[in-house]
Antibody, heavy 123, light 108 residues
Framework: QLQLQQSGPGLVRPSETLSLTCSVSGDSISSSDYYWGWIRQPPGKGLEWIGSIYYSGATYYNPSLRSRVTISVDTSKKQFSLRLSSVTAADTAVYYC???????????????WGQGTLVTVSS | SSELTQDPAVSVALGQTVNITCQGDSLRRYYASWYQQKPGQAPELVIYRKNNRPSGIPDRFSASSSGNTASLTITGAQAEDEADYYCNSRDSGGNHLVFGGGTKLTVL
């Protein structure tokens, strides 16, 4: 059974960089069958896709966040990470790490979600 | 703004059938998946790859698609189905994921 365990600070100051890590257990992060991604949800609002990374390092980012987002993968540690720079209060949200099935490009399928981390941007 | 449009709220009487719709041009080319989210929990996949249910999802959940509209149907809604439902697909360019704004389902 796959598990995604998120870690990282719950409070980030404005203009600083938000950093979260997702540890993968129960399956290989190097599998060509999956993308690893991040999705966020502001309090009381809907879901917003941030971006995804393939085990090869290929990345896909939400155009609205592209200039501030970096997603990376460390296969030796079985982890992938999110960095979001120059944060403002608008970046306050619950952040989820996810696994997306790669074989179904025409039919996206996010089959596993992390537990979620509430990140508050405040001084 | 989202490229996928959902009604913000829908209600259904206990045991009745309800359709939750998702509209967007990209749905002419890509399938939608559907997620259920209960308060304080992470979303859960309930329908994928046109009309498939993950293990453990009741068969009262089904999906269909026509033109630019995808639909999630709950046949015989139960109290435990009260939740927010999100559709998900690719944007028109195909490289990015998009979500609908979500539909809050109330079971009366």
């Amino acid at each position: 059974q796959l598990q995604l365990q998120q870690s990282g600070p719950g409070l980030v100051r404005p203009s600083e960089t938000l950093s979260l890590t997702c540890s993968v257990s129960g399956d290989s992060i190097s599998s060509s069958d999956y993308y690893w991604g991040w999705i966020r949800q502001p309090p009381g609002k809907g879901l917003e896709w941030i971006g995804s990374i393939y085990y090869s390092g290929a990345t896909y980012y939400n155009p609205s966040l592209r200039s501030r987002v970096t997603i990376s993968v460390d296969t030796s540690k079985k982890q992938f990470s999110l960095r979001l720079s120059s944060v403002t209060a608008a970046d306050t949200a619950v952040y989820y790490c996810t696994r997306e099935v790669a074989a179904t490009w025409s039919a996206p399928e996010i089959d596993y979600w992390g537990q979620g981390t509430l990140v508050t941007v405040s001084s | 703004s989202s490229e996928l449009t959902q009604d913000p709220a829908v209600s259904v009487a206990l045991g009745q059938t309800v359709n939750i719709t998702c509209q967007g041009d990209s749905l002419r080319r890509y399938y939608a998946s559907w997620y259920q989210q209960k308060p304080g929990q992470a979303p859960e996949l309930v329908i994928y790859r046109k009309n498939n249910r993950p293990s453990g999802i009741p068969d009262r959940f089904s999906a269909s698609s026509s033109g630019n509209t995808a639909s999630l149907t709950i046949t015989g809604a139960q109290a435990e189905d009260e939740a927010d439902y999100y559709c998900n697909s690719r944007d028109s360019g195909g490289n990015h994921l998009v979500f609908g704004g979500g539909t809050k389902l109330t079971v009366l």
